[in-house]
C-alpha cells in the first residue's frame, strides 16, 4: 500500500481508534516503521487527537483518584503483608530452630565441660584410691606379719631364750622366741652390733654336735623368722662373711644359748 | 518533568508518576468515557478501573509506537465499550422493567457533554462524524450507518474533520507564539 493510499484509506484513524484487527494493526505498524513522513503524519494525527480530547476534558472527582492510588497501595500492601508473612514465618522458624541448636550446643558443651571434670575428679578419686589401697595392703601386711610375731610371742607353747655378746660382740643382744608346738623361731635383731658392710651375722642350731643353718640374720628387721630345727640342742651366732657361710666359723661365735628340752 | 521519565517511573511501579500521569491526562480520559457511556458513577468507576489498567500493564506501552494518551484512549474505549455490551445484555435477559430503566439512568444533564473548544467551530456533519468515532466509541462502520451515508464518504468526513481541526491548532499555536514574542 503506498503512503497516499494509506492516508486517503482513513486507515490511520481507525488505527488510532483502536478499530483494526491484530494482522491489519501490524501491517500498519509496519508502514509506519518504515515510513518516516507516514510516521511525521501519523504523529500530527495523534497530536490533533489528543487536543481534542484536552478540550474536551471533564474533570472527575477526586474521590476517583484517591480510590485508584488506595486500590493499587492495597494490591502492593497485600503482596507485602503476604510477603512479609511467608518471610516473617520463615524468620519464627529459622529463629526457633537457630535457638534450639544453640541450647542444644550449649548443653552439649556443658556436659561436655561436666563430663571432662568429673572424669578429672574421678581420676583423682582413682589416684587417691590407689594410694589409699596400697596403704591398707601395706598397713594389713604389716598387722598380718605383726600379729603373726605378736601370735608366735605370746603363744603359751612359746618359750623365750636371751643370747648375749660374749667379748667379741659384747653390747650385742637376740631375744630369741622358740615354738616347738608350731615349729617357729622368731628373733628381735634390734640390739645387734653394727657390722662391716662385707659380713653378715648368721645362726646356728646345734643337733647332737652338729652346727645346721638356720638362716641369715637381716638386721635391717627388727623382728625376723628363722629356720626351725627340730631337736635343736642350742642356738649359736656367728659372725660370717657377706651371703654367709656353709659352716659355722667357730672363733666367730658371739653367744650362744642352750634350750630347755 | 518530562512525560517519556514520568512513563519510565510509572514502568518501574513509581506511585508519584502515576498520580503525576492521572493529573494530566484524567481529565481528557473522563470527557471521553462519561459521553460514551453517559452516567457519572459508573463512568468513575471506569475511570479507576483504566487507571488501575495503566498502572498494571504499563510495561507494554511502547513510546515507539504512538503517544500515551492514544494508548489511555484505546484502554479507556475498550473497557467502556466492554461495560456497554454487558450492559445491554443484561437488558436483554432480563425483563422489560430493567429495560424501562435504562432511560431513567442518564441522569446527566445534556449541556455537560457538550462538546468544546474548536471541534464547534467545524461543520455539522464533521462534529458528527468526529463524535460519533472519538466521543460516542462507534467504528467506522457503525458510525457511517448511524449518518446514513457511504463509508468512502464517512473517512473523507473524519479526514477532513481532522485536517480543519489541525489547521485550528496550528494557527492557535502561531497566534500564541506571535503572542509570546510581542509581549517580549
Given at each position: 500500500m503506498k503512503r497516499k493510499d494509506i492516508i486517503e484509506s482513513g486507515i490511520l484513524e481507525q488505527y488510532l481508534l483502536g478499530e483494526l484487527d491484530s494482522s491489519k494493526k501490524l501491517e500498519i505498524e509496519n508502514a509506519l516503521n518504515s515510513d518516516t513522513e507516514l510516521k511525521n503524519y501519523f504523529n500530527e494525527l495523534e497530536e490533533t487527537f489528543e487536543q481534542l480530547g484536552q478540550e474536551n476534558a471533564i474533570k472527575p472527582p477526586l474521590d476517583v483518584k484517591t480510590n485508584l492510588l488506595k486500590s493499587i497501595k492495597n494490591n502492593s500492601t497485600e503482596e507485602t503483608i503476604i510477603n512479609d508473612t511467608k518471610s516473617f514465618e520463615l524468620k519464627t522458624l529459622l529463629t526457633i530452630a537457630a535457638s534450639i541448636a544453640a541450647i542444644l550446643l550449649i548443653g552439649i558443651l556443658w556436659t561436655y565441660s561436666e563430663l571432662n571434670t568429673t572424669k578429672k575428679e574421678l581420676q583423682i578419686v582413682e589416684d587417691k584410691n590407689q594410694i589409699l589401697i596400697d596403704d591398707l595392703n601395706s598397713v594389713t601386711e604389716n598387722l598380718e606379719t605383726t600379729t603373726k610375731w605378736l601370735k608366735q610371742i605370746i603363744s603359751p607353747n612359746s618359750r623365750q631364750y636371751v643370747l648375749i655378746g660374749n667379748k667379741?660382740?659384747?653390747n650385742s643382744k637376740v631375744i630369741s622366741y622358740v615354738n616347738n608346738v608350731d615349729k617357729s623361731v622368731v628373733i628381735n635383731t634390734k640390739e645387734l652390733a653394727k657390722l662391716n658392710a662385707n659380713q653378715d651375722y648368721q645362726m646356728w642350731a646345734d643337733v647332737e654336735g652338729e652346727m645346721i643353718n638356720m638362716g641369715i640374720i637381716d638386721?635391717?628387721?627388727e623382728l625376723l623368722a628363722m629356720t626351725y630345727i627340730h631337736n635343736a640342742e642350742s642356738l649359736n651366732i656367728t659372725i660370717e662373711p657377706k651371703g654367709g657361710?656353709?659352716?659355722?666359723?667357730v672363733s666367730k661365735l658371739i653367744s650362744n644359748v642352750y634350750l630347755e628340752p | 518533568m518530562s512525560d517519556l521519565i514520568l512513563i519510565k517511573q510509572l514502568q518501574n511501579k513509581d506511585e508519584y508518576a502515576l498520580s503525576k500521569l492521572y493529573g494530566k491526562y484524567s481529565p481528557a480520559i473522563f470527557g471521553v468515557i462519561i459521553r460514551m457511556c453517559k452516567d457519572e458513577a459508573h463512568a468513575q468507576n471506569l475511570l479507576q478501573d483504566t487507571f488501575i489498567t495503566v498502572w498494571e500493564?504499563?510495561?507494554?506501552?511502547?513510546?515507539e509506537k504512538g503517544r500515551f494518551y492514544t494508548w489511555i484512549y484505546r484502554i479507556a474505549k475498550n473497557k467502556v465499550l466492554n461495560f456497554l455490551r454487558k450492559s445491554d445484555q443484561l437488558i436483554q435477559s432480563e425483563d422489560l422493567s430493567v429495560y424501562s430503566n435504562k432511560e431513567d439512568e442518564?441522569?446527566?444533564?445534556s449541556e455537560y457533554l457538550e462538546l468544546n473548544g474548536?471541534?464547534?467551530?467545524?461543520e455539522t456533519h464533521h462534529q458528527r462524524a468526529l463524535e460519533l468515532v472519538?466521543?460516542?466509541?462507534?467504528t467506522h462502520r457503525e458510525a457511517h450507518k448511524e449518518m446514513d451515508v457511504p463509508l468512502g464518504t464517512f473517512k473523507s468526513y473524519i479526514r477532513q474533520a481532522l485536517q480543519k481541526l489541525k489547521e485550528h491548532y496550528s494557527k492557535t499555536l502561531v497566534l500564541l507564539i506571535v503572542l509570546i514574542d510581542a509581549l517580549r
Open positions: 667379741l660382740s659384747p638386721t635391717s628387721k657361710n656353709d659352716h659355722p666359723t | 500493564k504499563s510495561h507494554q506501552y511502547d513510546p442518564i441522569t446527566i444533564d474548536s471541534i464547534k467551530k467545524l472519538y466521543f460516542e466509541g462507534l
